[in-house]
């Protein structure tokens, strides 16, 4: 009976830390092969990184990427395990996103990636030629067809491995995560398990690399198109798998998917580990308010970097209520970070009396609120230009499409957590956090949303509810709906037309403000091109005259 023992390695390599990745690789070859493995499956791109963006169009990053390649071939004996490692590569043909068959200490194969995605958040199309042949191969007597991730997508490549010969097909993956995106991995697969006729074990990244995040959660599929193993999500994990005539025996614990909050929770945690990881940052620093979006956000830190290497900093105005103070030193407590109060009373009077007599006779407004935000802004950089830690920022995706923000202010940072979760997911995750007991005080989530930029400010007075604002957003940013769509989906007129030009008038903002973690279908950043100069009208009713 044919049977072959593969090993799968998820993996978290850094882009463009070749040395780095090919170490990491000979390591899980190594562990993999004294398991038992005969053929190792990498991700996709994994020498490299995913995605390397314009690293991709220096030749010598692809000379670079084939010294390593060549270092981990010669790893491999003509008795031991093959390796298939994701890799740039380039040759007289173009430059390919490539998976390199590695066996008998030589390269002895190239796959080029044929179905380039160009979508979304991706650019394939900017950096590679596509491949235009399927790859067979035999391996200790079982013919295994290679795919590499968007080939899966699409009728075709997959269903050619099986008519060249493929008994099984391996799949090579970068597949960012979106909530929920694993069930959309996994019918994809099972759809083409059913056209081919063949098992499929789909091997993906793992990791944060700048706004994207990986989740692993790499499985296999037997050829009934059933689900035979489920990988871990958001960790590293090495697994063998025997595929014997179709089915899979899988010799690793096989893992549930996560609740959704879990899901999205841990998405945000290995962003914010990760990228401050993979920056070399020695901490975080976060402005705690006494409101819910920077309690989040500390929580988040203190879960991807441990208390010891965040600081909560306080920074209260004459607006700020004693709640807000309460509730901060509670958090920071019980969470067991630093934390420290500096009053900005004195800054404001200094601003005030320095712009005193260019302000004369003009009636307060949104200038002395912003004023209190840039105050902070300033000192939370200063103690991250001090200390070398990165200011989180904590602005929400509700915020971020509405411009609720201030440039220069609240925007100032590095890193912004929340960008692309919605207020209403906020207040969710925050109950989610406290499940086993709580850890964020119960007012920060049932008192209403306030910027304390004056007395008694509330978000809600100038902001339609978030539960209806969120709605009205994710349709017209995440599925394209026009105002017109959405009014007759049941939303009210005018807080459909607030939300919206709110939205367009924002543009210039979310330009100039801090990449966050990518969590769903359409975020905030790489996927979100509009332009900051346009007039275009939207659909409206004109009978209803919303
Ligand atoms: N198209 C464009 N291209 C480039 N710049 C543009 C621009 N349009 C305006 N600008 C400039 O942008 C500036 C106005 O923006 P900005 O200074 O940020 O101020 P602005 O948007 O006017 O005010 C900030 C808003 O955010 C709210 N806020 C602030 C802080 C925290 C929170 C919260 O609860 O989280 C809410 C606050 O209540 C207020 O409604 C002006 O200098 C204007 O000239
Ligand atoms: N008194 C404060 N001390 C420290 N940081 C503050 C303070 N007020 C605001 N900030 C920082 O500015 C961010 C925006 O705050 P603001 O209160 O205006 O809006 P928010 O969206 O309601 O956020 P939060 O729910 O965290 O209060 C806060 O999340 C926090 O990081
Ligand atoms: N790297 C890729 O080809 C990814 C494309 C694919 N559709 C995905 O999101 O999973």
Redesign the pocket.
């Known amino acids: 009976m044919n049977a072959l023992r593969l090993g799968l390695a998820q993996i978290d390599p850094v882009v463009g830390d070749f040395a780095h990745n090919a170490a990491l690789i000979a390591g899980v070859f190594a562990r993999l092969a004294a398991q038992g493995a005969e053929l190792v499956l990498t991700p996709e791109l994994a020498l490299s990184g995913y995605p390397p963006e314009d690293l991709l169009l220096r030749p010598d990053f692809y000379r670079a990427a084939r010294r390593h390649l060549e270092s981990l071939a010669a790893l491999t004996t003509e008795e031991g395990p093959a390796l298939l490692v994701g890799v740039p590569w380039a040759d007289e043909g173009g430059r390919f996103n490539a998976a390199a068959l590695l066996r008998g200490g030589r390269i002895d194969g190239i796959y080029r990636k044929r179905l380039l995605p160009n979508y979304a958040v991706f650019d394939e199309k900017r950096y590679f030629c596509a491949g235009n042949e399927p790859f067979v191969f035999t391996h200790r007597g079982v013919r295994v067809g290679v795919v590499i991730c968007e080939d899966a997508w699409s009728a075709g490549p997959v269903e050619e491995t099986a008519v060249q010969g493929a008994e099984l097909v391996v799949a090579l993956n970068a597949s960012p995560y979106h909530q929920q995106k694993w069930r959309e991995r996994q019918a994809v697969v099972a759809e083409r398990v059913r056209a081919s006729g063949r098992a499929m074990l789909y091997a993906n990244l793992v990791g944060g690399q700048d706004e994207l995040v990986f989740d692993g959660a790499s499985f296999a599929v037997d050829a009934q198109g059933a689900l035979a193993w489920q990988g871990p999500f958001f960790a590293e994990a090495e697994a063998v798998l025997e595929w014997r005539e179709g089915s899979w025996q899988p010799h690793a614990p096989c893992f549930d998917p996560l609740p959704p909050e879990e899901e999205l929770y841990r998405a945000l945690v290995l962003g914010v580990r990760d990228y401050l990881g993979k920056n070399g940052f020695p901490g975080a620093i976060?402005?705690?308010?006494?409101?819910?979006?920077?309690?989040?956000?500390l929580c988040l830190a203190v879960d991807a970097l441990g208390p010891e290497r965040v600081r909560a900093?306080?920074?209260?105005?004459p607006y700020?209520a004693t709640m807000?103070l309460e509730d901060?030193a509670t958090l920071a407590a019980r969470l067991g970070v630093r934390y420290d109060v500096i009053p900005?009373e004195p800054a404001m009077n200094t601003f005030s009396a320095m712009l005193e007599p260019f302000f004369a006779g003009l009636p307060p407004d949104t200038t002395e609120e912003n004023l209190?935000?840039r105050i902070?802004g300033v000192l939370?950089m200063a103690l991250s230009n001090k200390t070398g830690a990165l200011v989180l920022?904590?602005?929400?995706k509700s915020?971020m499409a509405t411009g609720?923000?201030?440039l220069y202010?609240?925007m100032a940072g590095g890193f912004a957590v929340l960008k692309d979760v919605y207020?209403t997911q906020?207040y969710r995750l925050a109950r989610w956090r406290n499940r086993n007991g709580e850890v964020i005080p119960e007012r920060?989530i049932t008192r209403p949303?306030?910027?304390?930029?004056k007395p008694n400010q509330c978000?809600q007075d100038s902001l339609p509810p978030y539960d209806v604002l969120d709605q009205i957003i994710e349709r017209y940013m995440e599925w394209e709906c026009s105002p017109r769509e959405i009014i007759a989906a049941g939303f009210d007129a005018a807080a459909v037309r607030r939300a919206v030009t709110l939205l367009k008038r924002s543009e210039y903002k979310r330009r100039q403000a801090p990449i966050g973690v990518r969590v769903s279908r359409r975020a905030f950043g790489r996927d979100w091109r509009y332009p900051i100069t346009a007039r275009y009208a939207d659909e409206y009713d004109e009978e209803s005259g919303a």
């Open positions: 976060i402005g705690l308010s006494g409101g819910i979006d920077s309690a989040l956000t900093v306080m920074l209260p105005s700020t807000s901060a900005i209190q935000s902070r939370l920022t904590t602005g929400n915020e609720y923000a201030t202010g609240d207020k906020v920060i949303p306030s910027a304390e930029l978000d």
